[in-house]
């Protein structure tokens, strides 16, 4: 297994164009996270699942973003109406619940620019 | 509350020691990582440590832990120029596996 991977790596869209990300997470990792880093920041939590149950949703997920992991292995993020605010570098990550140092292991991200 | 706070900027010379450090709010943290990462990329993570310990040591890498003080270092010795990236400071908590907080990262330069 090669890590957690992420498509695509960039996107540039129009503002409110609808786009969306795939995360595939490392193999047998039921958890997996997405996190928003903006310049100069750390990243920022945004939602996480559990197998395929969304678990937790930050404030920051507004009504026009959704996430989904349908069969527990990859997800997608959605973002509708795009907003030049939602320029970002969007990151997953993956875990495994039996490791009891919890780490999450990223992905390269998906740099996003809305013009 | 939670937060976690780093110098933004370290300038240190090639073949020296880099010391980053970072200072945490809250004391229920169960591990704290220390992140890399380079241009354009994703987070490498580099090494965690458990809140019950003092030190972790890892080849290049030294991990000091302060609970008392909520201070966290970490060392690398040699700086090579291959080090140059910003280094994460983050936390997790037990019970609440649902994010970790992280700093907002630290600058490394290595001057020649």
């Known amino acids: 297994d090669t890590g957690v991977s992420q498509d695509p790596r960039h996107k540039i869209t129009k503002r409110g164009q609808n786009v969306t990300f795939r995360c595939d997470p490392i193999?047998?990792?039921?958890?997996l996270y997405w996190y928003r880093q903006t310049l100069g920041q750390g990243p920022e939590f945004l939602t996480y699942f559990q197998n395929e149950a969304q678990l937790e949703k930050s404030r920051l997920l507004s009504d026009r973003f959704s996430a989904e992991r349908p069969k527990g292995s990859f997800s997608t993020l959605e973002i509708q109406r795009t907003e030049q605010g939602d320029s970002a570098m969007y990151l997953c990550?993956?875990?495994?619940?039996?490791?009891?140092?919890?780490?999450?292991?990223f992905g390269p991200g998906t740099r996003l620019t809305v013009l | 509350g939670e937060d976690v706070e780093q110098s933004l900027f370290l300038s240190v010379r090639e073949g020296d020691s880099s010391v980053i450090n970072c200072t945490y709010t809250d004391s229920s943290s169960t591990y704290l990582y220390w992140y890399k990462q380079e241009p354009g990329a994703g987070l490498q993570l580099l090494t965690y440590?458990?809140?019950?310990?003092d030190m972790k040591q890892d080849q290049r890498l030294t991990v000091l832990l302060n609970k008392k003080d909520k201070h966290l270092s970490l060392r690398i010795a040699d700086t090579q120029t291959g080090d140059s990236a910003i280094y994460f400071c983050?936390?997790?908590?037990?019970?609440?596996?649902?994010?970790?907080?992280f700093g907002k990262g630290t600058r490394l330069h290595i001057l020649p």
């Open positions: 440590i458990f809140s019950n310990m």
């Open positions: 983050a936390e997790t908590f037990m019970n609440r596996d649902d994010k970790i907080i």
């Open positions: 990550a993956s875990s495994l619940l039996a490791d009891s140092t919890d780490t999450q292991y």
């Open positions: 193999s047998e990792h039921n958890r």
